[in-house]
């Protein structure tokens, strides 16, 4: 099994910025997929973005983010970072990363229920 522990949320001011880090431990995968969605009380886990490689790197993202996040790795740390630029009020959320063993369709990447490995969530807070 895959352990995903994310880090680096915190609280910050609209406009300001906040780098995510999933760091992954037990056992790799020689293709990956891996994720960051981001939840509200009371809403359903909402895609952000995702990165895939296997001979290539593809990453995708939701357009509410589109231009402000980036999503990138660091092979030798097994670790997986979402740079948020230009947060927004209502970028307030729990965001969890997660992962999965399979290479995910792009009809199939942006759903929640397709990953089977999920960090316990670091909480990210933009003040107005």
């Known amino acids: 099994q895959v352990q995903l522990v994310e880090s680096g949320g915190g609280l910050v001011q609209a406009g300001g910025s906040l780098r995510l880090s999933c760091a992954a431990s037990?056992?790799?995968?020689?293709?990956?997929?891996m994720g960051w969605f981001r939840q509200v009380p009371g809403k359903e886990r909402e895609f952000v973005a995702a990165?895939?490689?296997?001979?290539?790197?593809?990453?995708y993202y939701a357009d509410s983010v589109k231009g402000r996040f980036t999503i990138s790795r660091d092979n030798a740390k097994n670790t997986v970072f979402l740079q948020m630029n230009s947060l927004k009020p209502e970028d307030t959320a729990v965001y969890y990363c997660c992962t999965t063993a399979f290479t995910l369709a792009v009809a199939s990447i942006i759903r929640s229920d397709e990953y089977d490995y999920w960090g316990q969530g670091t909480q990210v807070t933009v003040s107005s």
């Open positions: 990165i895939r490689w296997s001979s290539d790197i593809y990453t």
């Open positions: 037990g056992r790799t995968f020689s293709t990956y997929t």
